[in-house]
């Protein structure tokens, strides 16, 4: 593994930097050739140019200092958005300054206020789901005349846990999967549209319709109480040795049966890791372990 | 997508300035292209109209073309022509990201090429202006195609345009160090020439009679002549070329040159020779110019011949450029007398005038200088100076009969009275100035100097004689700050124009021997200097700190409010909250004013008017 060094500076020459090169150069070749010191000013000024935009975006760069706060649910071979906060320590504004992991994953800032910061969103790829160390990004500029690009190699060093990719599933690879890998429960929940399970009181939100007139009291309401007859309880088996593939589906229906309500809860090698339960806890909860299995001993 | 017009104006800028700084040296005919520059513009930004890209390459081809026709008569001036007419092209079409990048690449090659003809610090203004539009150009073009927009925001623009000319302003001063440090070559390749309207004309071969008065009607400066030693002359004769024959109005050399004395080595080193710094201003001339008698000129990459007469010719009269020379010059007169030079004949048609004066002085029995002087004295009594004579072919009558002339005629009848009398005689045309500059301790030499004066041959010497009444001299209006612009382009011609090899040499030299012979009480002044430097930039920075930390105009009021409250005899410990304040005050209106107050200093929805009137209203309540 090669030695992460802080701030390497590289810069690269762009199209019209190369013209700018060209120019100067055959202006050095006129200048010298015909002692116009006319020429040799305007020179003098190119060469300024040249060198003051090349410290200019030096400065630029210097002065800012990154940090990465990744989001709590970052996924495999999707399109993640990392916010990134940079700040200026300089004494001028910076224009300009790029943030970027590759080509495809760049945030901009259009301009940094001297001492001040500015947060973006950094679309982010993780190849594989675990435990993945975000060590650096770059951070760049082709500021001030688009000349040349002057990026510096900036370590981050954060490590961020990543969940297997998910993708969007159809009822029927769900129903499938349920019927060869998983299994669900009698268990019953709360619904609108089953049989009448009882009263509770009123609360803000249920519907007017379900109101029952004939028990008011003084001080509240009550509503009738009705089985969800879509409601499923499932619990999802995968093995410990599951392929990456099996692991993204099972995932992937966790996470769609989580999204539409349904309590889940998730079996490796037939025993239960997590009872079925709902929510964004659970969803974590669910991701976490698939995230890590096969990488946990 | 079309680009904002606010963009595009600030594009246009280097432009503008760059076809301006190519134009100024290149008038008349640059009028034309600018007025072109000027309804291009309008179409563009005013009327928002364009013209069809492949219309504009076909006219674009069409110029080149044409331009190609006159690229061997005078290849710089078409080039210069065909940029100005591609810009103009450029702009009657529709601009995208890249068409306005070409219009600042254009707006270089204008400047550029605006660098062969200038010759006048001028072009210092312009380039100023050039690197501060320009570089906000550039700066605007790299933010909008880096963000995808064709806007920019107020907030980004006002940045930018800080950054610009922060950015400019270094950019001009690092380009000073650029220059001086750039290496020169002591051999020059390919030498441009200079092309502009404003060339002065110096003598020729010929001197009509009437010629130098037209001189005398303009101010043009031709040369600045610096004297190297101490001793300064109030005025300065400037020699520049001796004339022997007279026939039909005209002044003539003849012969053209033969070299009566040689270029010698001693010149250089004689005791009593004076050296002269001479700068000339772009100039046709047969001649080189120097003070009384030049023994010798020093001046490089220019082929000179000494001619009979004291003078230093050209082969050919030459258009020079900006240039700078040395003479070395010496107080006694010239001792050559050549045979083949005729210094005697008189024409028929001027001896009855002769003769009238020559009857009126009674000058039969006395000594060449006698007559000389005698004719001198007569001229001064009863003649003057003027410029509006207007002469023709009997202009020595008119000028006997209205007592008045230039120094043509005075010269002119001197010379053929001397002759009449058998002593050689001959006009010698140049400058007489006594336009001495204090700021650069030089004499200037403008056209309205020209003077031509007579000099005789006697006991083997050829003895000068001004027999011309003295000028009326004029009031010049601000002659200070004249005289200060004028030695502004003195330093330019000397130290930017004529700045080379040797003097780079010479600069770097100094450098080093002043760190060579540096004694500890220069060290000490220089770390005084220094330390005072460092200590004024400090004050600077803390006082541009304390001012950019300047208490918000709510913590004002607030501290206002907290001086009524304790005159109310209300004591408030450091760090009580302005809840535990408005408990301590208990009145309404200090609570609305303390409401107002963190709204005012801790939102972005401050109402200053609103927070006066809360505070106006406390006062009032506990008045």
Request: proline share 4%.
């Amino acid at each position: 593994m090669s030695k992460v060094r802080p701030f390497v500076s590289r810069v690269k020459l762009k199209k019209w930097g190369r013209y700018y090169a060209v120019l100067t150069l055959l202006l050095g070749f006129a200048a010298v050739s015909s002692g116009n010191n006319l020429l040799y000013f305007f020179l003098g000024a190119l060469l300024s140019i040249m060198a003051l935009s090349g410290f200019a975006s030096y400065l630029s760069l210097k002065n800012l200092r990154m940090t990465i706060i990744p989001p709590e649910e970052l996924y495999a071979r999707n399109l993640n958005f990392v916010k990134v906060k940079v700040t200026n320590r300089g004494p001028f504004p910076v224009f300009l300054i790029y943030v970027k992991k590759s080509e495809e994953e760049k945030t901009l800032f259009d301009i940094i206020p001297a001492k001040g910061e500015r947060e973006g969103l950094l679309p982010y790829y993780f190849d594989k789901r675990g435990y993945v160390s975000v060590d650096s990004a770059f951070i760049g500029t082709s500021f001030p005349f688009s000349f040349t690009i002057r990026e510096m190699f900036y370590p981050l060093n954060v490590k961020v846990l990543v969940f297997p990719h998910i993708f969007k599933i159809s009822a029927f690879e769900r129903a499938n999967f349920a019927k060869n890998s998983g299994h669900g429960t009698d268990s019953k929940k709360e619904g609108s549209t089953g049989d009448f399970m009882g009263l509770r009181e009123y609360t803000n939100g249920d519907s007017v319709s379900r109101i029952y007139w004939k028990k008011i009291s003084e001080k509240s309401l009550f509503v009738k109480r009705f089985y969800d007859e879509d409601f499923q309880e499932l619990t999802l088996e995968i093995p410990s040795d599951a392929s990456e593939k099996e692991i993204e589906q099972v995932a992937s229906i966790a996470v769609s049966l989580l999204a539409e309500g349904h309590s889940v809860g998730l079996a490796i090698d037939g025993r239960v890791t997590l009872t079925p339960g709902s929510g964004i806890k659970q969803k974590v909860n669910i991701l976490k372990k698939l995230a890590l299995l096969g990488y946990e001993d | 997508m079309k680009i904002d017009k606010r963009i595009r104006v600030i594009v246009y800028f280097p432009l503008f300035v760059g076809m301006l700084s190519l134009a100024h040296n290149l008038y008349p005919v640059s009028l034309l292209f600018l007025a072109l520059l000027a309804i291009s513009t309008y179409f563009d930004l005013v009327l928002e109209k364009n013209i069809s890209g492949t219309a504009l390459t076909v006219i674009g081809i069409l110029g080149a073309i044409l331009s190609i026709l006159f690229i061997v008569r005078m290849p710089f001036e078409a080039i210069a022509y065909l940029i100005m007419f591609l810009s103009i092209i450029k702009m009657l079409g529709h601009k995208s990201m890249r068409d306005l990048k070409q219009i600042i690449a254009l707006s270089f090659f204008n400047f550029l090429n605006s660098a062969i003809f200038h010759y006048s610090f001028v072009f210092i203004i312009y380039l100023i202006f050039y690197i501060l539009t320009a570089t906000l150009a550039l700066l605007v073009i790299t933010y909008i195609e880096e963000r995808k927009e064709n806007t920019l925001k107020p907030e980004i623009a006002k940045n930018l345009s800080l950054f610009g000319v922060r950015f400019g302003i270094i950019t001009i001063i690092l380009s000073l160090f650029f220059f001086v440090i750039l290496p020169r070559s002591p051999y020059v390749l390919m030498r441009t020439q200079i092309y502009s309207t404003s060339v002065r004309e110096g003598f020729d071969n010929e001197l009509e009679i009437g010629e130098v008065e037209d001189m005398n009607a303009r101010a043009q400066i031709l040369l600045r002549i610096k004297p190297e030693m101490k001793a300064k002359e109030d005025i300065l004769y400037v020699r520049g070329i001796v004339y022997n024959k007279y026939e039909g109005n005209t002044w003539v050399r003849e012969p053209e040159d033969i070299g009566g004395w040689k270029l010698s080595e001693e010149g250089r080193t004689h005791r009593n020779l004076k050296p002269y710094t001479i700068s000339m201003e772009p100039m046709r001339t047969k001649v080189f110019y120097a003070p009384n008698y030049p023994e010798n000129i020093d001046v490089r990459r220019v082929a000179l011949s000494p001619s009979w007469g004291k003078i230093f010719m050209l082969k050919d009269p030459l258009t020079l450029r900006k240039m700078q020379y040395k003479a070395f010059s010496s107080p006694d007169p010239d001792t050559e007398i050549n045979a083949a030079v005729d210094y005697m004949s008189i024409p028929e048609e001027l001896v009855p005038s002769i003769d009238v004066i020559t009857t009126a002085l009674n000058l039969k029995a006395l000594s060449p200088p006698e007559i000389a002087a005698e004719l001198r004295a007569y001229f001064y009594r009863n003649y003057s100076y003027s410029i509006d004579a207007s002469p023709d072919s009997n202009w020595l009558i008119t000028f006997l009969q209205k007592k008045q002339g230039h120094c043509e005629y005075f010269a002119t009848l001197t010379a053929m009275i001397l002759r009449n009398f058998g002593v050689p005689s001959r006009i010698v045309a140049g400058f007489l100035t006594d336009e001495w500059n204090n700021f650069g301790e030089y004499f200037t030499v403008r056209t309205k100097h020209a003077h031509t004066w007579v000099e005789y041959y006697y006991e083997g010497k050829w003895v000068s004689i001004d027999p011309t009444p003295p000028r009326a001299k004029g009031q010049q209006f601000l002659a200070n700050l004249q005289a200060y612009v004028d030695y502004l382009s003195y330093l330019w011609t000397t130290r930017v124009l004529e700045f080379s090899f040797t003097e780079q040499i010479r600069i770097f030299s100094n450098i080093r021997n002043f760190f060579r012979n540096l004694t500890v009480k220069d060290l000490v002044t220089i770390v005084t200097y220094a330390i005072i430097l460092l200590g004024l930039v400090a004050t600077g920075i803390l006082i541009k700190r304390k001012i950019s930390k300047r208490e918000h105009i709510a913590t004002r009021y607030f501290r206002n409010f907290q001086k009524a409250i304790k005159r109310q005899g209300i004591k408030v410990d450091p760090g009580t909250t302005t809840y535990e304040i408005s408990q301590i005050v208990n009145s309404e209106e200090a609570k609305e004013f303390l409401q107002e107050y963190l709204q005012c200093r801790f939102s972005n929805n401050c109402n200053i008017d609103k927070l006066k009137r809360k505070f106006l209203a406390f006062k009032k309540s506990i008045s």
